[in-house]
């Protein structure tokens, strides 16, 4: 809409040159990529349902929409450091950890073992924010080796064994998280409730706004006197505290935790993110199309096991549906040269 | 030898070309000019096969070819030097001389690098420059350079028939005067091996250089004048289609300066290999320009005043307060906007609207707690964008979207909101067309008479001639010589020029 209006005021100075280079094609490209998660998600459900028309039913829409909320959590929180064009390789690592951590102070603290659990990823994934500015490495390897630390923080603490909740207790502190009010399971609230926090923080907030600025102009923002180091590091933050909020709701669901409970949860998380449509190189896209990403994940599963692909080989299509998203969804002006 | 007959080039909405003639004959020099989007580059490109005409006919000798991509361009015989050069800096002279066409050297894959050798000596000499072509590209100068890109081109000499055309894009615009005098004596002894297209900004080298000038506007040729007794204001009319008066800068709306009001003072401020030893004072309502050839150091000075960088010797006062910890955070919070030369890169971001860009240095401002009230920064934008004549079709566009002369307004009312006293303006003009320049010069007059400050480095001395109260003029990063403008003693270009080089 917004072209019709510049075609119209030809004397809007925009050089034939600039309009030449950004014409009909990416202009095209750009609505393309603006629907594709729509277009995507409604095609599988499609497909889906034409396969098994069962698969519409309010109860398994509901199990599904239940399925994807814990990993849809950590997507969220992923979503920002992507959206700065970073990448949160931690997130699976510090969500376990958390399962253990929580199970354990469960004990003691009740509630506030969760709140503990969440300072902790956010601990984490500021320490990773700051091995990233601080030492200008690269997002992936820093949160990778943070990663690391946490895993075996995870192991070390648990004593590589899986811990359980005493069901009184959890019933007592967590158990809110996990029930069913008027047949729909409460984890669907807390995810939504999240995604409502993370629209907020997304649109309405002056550090949102940062964000949007790190991500589609870094220099610019420099340049106009933001505090881009302390951006970054309080985006990794987060990204660990929604890492451990997604821990906290899979140990509460699992009633215990274990240092590899979270481990097949970052590629699709990834995945969520890029299908989303916030691609790799920042900028655009945001929470909502987290959203859409994680159920075009979520239904992809659900059709993985009506076809009977088992559990550990769908992380095969993950990888698969990784790089044609990275592929469909990257800026490439932004990458010049890949090395 | 090259002609175009009624070419077209159409892009989705836009008539770029409209029925371009265009003729290079041999061993001529051909000037282009015309105001940003008047479709310059655009033929450019389709001289050069980037483009692709899609009326009208291309002739080479007569015949009608269609160049399907630049390497098709250059088996014709037309070669490209580029405005942001294109060489491999890691590589050596020859290495990038060659570069594509290495089978000439080899035998059985492997490269005969003495043989290499040989011939590029050949080429450099063609451009008279003395450089070992083992010299990894990165240890030239900018110049050497271009002399090189140029050398690169003229290879085709040997492995095309038939005449060649050189197209240069803006060669001179980073150049030094002195260099700029070399490259054009070069290319004028190179022209019985080839034909040149000359592109430029800058009138006067346009007119010095070619025979002939093709004048284009909205992507028409309007007129094609002999450089011989033509004039610069003849040309610039035909390029705008209006009369470029005497008050281009504004100098009846340039007021005296509050001599008591000292916003920025440096004190021997010095960044090593950058500038030392400078010392200046800027007062309200005043515009001190800061001139001297590419790399001379002014734009570190201003860079260091915002505090994008850090200086290594020397004292910054802002409004009479000492600096200590040099960010651009505290610069804005002193005050200072800073308009950088890389507008879309520093100055805006593309990706965010107009009203997005526009608070984005005092969003603390149009927010509680961290959470923006709702409208406040929307009603601020709307001022703006009327009080400045932004043309965007809403405050909601994308900045990427609108062109240079409102993304730069865009820009300064970025500072101006958020109550910027101090702007320092690096190539405030640079790539603009000349109506959004007069915009720009405006825009320095209002803010001085709104009590603020401008360091000024200008697009060129005429500039800031025109338009500063107080010039230093730089040398190897130090300054050299104060003038006066406007004072019993108006200052000329050559007079600056004396002290620069």
Sequence with gaps: MTKDKILQAPDMNVSAEERAAGGRKSISKEQVTKYLPYITLFSLVALISLYDPAFLKLENLLQTAQDISTLFIMALGMTFVIYIAGIDLSSQSVASMTTVIVALLLPSFGIGAALAAVIIGAVFGMASGLVHTRFKIASFIATLAVGGIAYATGQVVSGQRSTYMPADLREQSMGWMVGNTAGIPHEIFVALALLLIALFIERRTVFGRSLKAVGSGELAAVASGLKVTKIKVMTFALSGAFAAMAGVMLATRLSGGSPTMADQFLLPAIVAVLVGGTPLTGGVGGVLNTLIGALIVAVIRTSMTYLEVPAEAQQIFFGVVLIAAIALTIDRSKVKVVK | ?501
């Design chain 2, 1 to 501: 030898m090259l002609e175009f007959k009624k070419v077209e080039k159409t892009f989705p909405g836009v008539r770029a070309l409209k029925g371009i003639d265009f003729e290079i004959k041999r061993g001529e020099i051909v000037g282009l000019v015309g105001e940003n989007g008047a479709g310059k580059s655009t033929l450019m490109k389709v001289i050069y096969g980037a483009y692709q005409h899609d009326g009208g006919e291309v002739l080479i000798n007569g015949t009608p070819v269609v160049f399907r991509n630049p390497r098709d361009a250059m088996e014709n015989g037309i070669g490209m030097v580029f405005q942001e050069q294109s060489l491999i800096t890691n590589l050596t002279v020859m290495e990038n001389i060659f570069l594509g066409f290495e089978a000439q050297f080899m035998k059985f894959g492997i490269i005969n690098w003495r043989k290499m050798a040989q011939a590029a000596c050949e080429q450099l000499k063609k451009v008279k420059l003395d450089v070992d072509p083992y010299t990894t590209t990165s240890e030239l100068s900018f110049t050497q350079r271009q002399l090189v890109e140029l050398a690169k081109v003229l290879t085709l000499e040997e492995r095309v028939e038939g005449d060649l055309v050189i197209l240069l894009d803006e060669p001179t615009s980073v150049l030094p005067r002195k260099e700029i005098e070399l490259l054009f004596d070069l290319v004028r002894e190179l022209r019985s091996r080839a034909s040149f297209v000359f592109v430029s900004h800058r009138m006067d080298e346009v007119i010095e250089l070619s025979d002939r000038i093709y004048v284009m506007k909205d992507g028409e040729v309007v007129d094609v004048v002999d450089s011989d007794g033509c004039d610069v204001d003849a040309i610039q009319h035909k390029m705008v289609g209006r009369e470029i008066d005497k008050r281009y800068y504004r100098e009846d709306k340039k007021h005296p300066y509050q001599q008591n009001k000292v916003l920025v003072e440096t004190r021997n401020l010095g960044k090593e290999g950058e500038f030392s030893d400078v010392s200046l004072k800027l007062r309200a309502g005043e515009v001190l320009a800061l001139v001297g050839t590419e790399g001379c150091g002014t734009e570190g000075v201003i860079r260091s005043i915002f505090g994008l960088d850090k200086p290594t010797a020397g004292e910054l006062y802002l409004n009479g307060e000492p600096v200590r910890a040099f960010s651009a955070f505290n610069g804005v919070r002193s005050g200072v906007g800073y308009i950088p030369r890389e507008r879309k890169i520093e100055g805006i971001v593309g990706g965010m609207s107009v009203v997005e860009n526009m608070t984005l240095a005092n969003m603390q401002d149009y927010s509680t707690w961290g959470v923006f009230k709702s409208g406040v920064e929307r009603e601020l934008a709307e001022q703006w964008v009327s009080k400045l004549s932004i043309k965007t079709a809403t405050i909601d566009t994308h900045c990427g979207n609108l062109s240079g002369g409102n993304q730069q307004k865009v820009v300064l009312s970025k500072w101006r909101s958020a109550g910027a006293k101090i702007i320092l303006l690096d190539h405030p003009t640079r790539g603009l067309d000349i109506g959004a320049k007069e915009d720009v010069y405006d825009m320095v007059r209002e803010m001085c008479d709104d009590g603020c400050g401008v360091i000024l480095i200008a697009d060129t001395l005429e500039e800031a001639l025109g338009l500063a109260h107080t010039i230093a003029v730089f040398k190897d990063g130090e300054i050299q010589k104060w003038f006066e403008s406007g004072g019993d003693h108006q200052p000329d270009q050559y007079d600056l020029l004396h002290y620069m080089i």
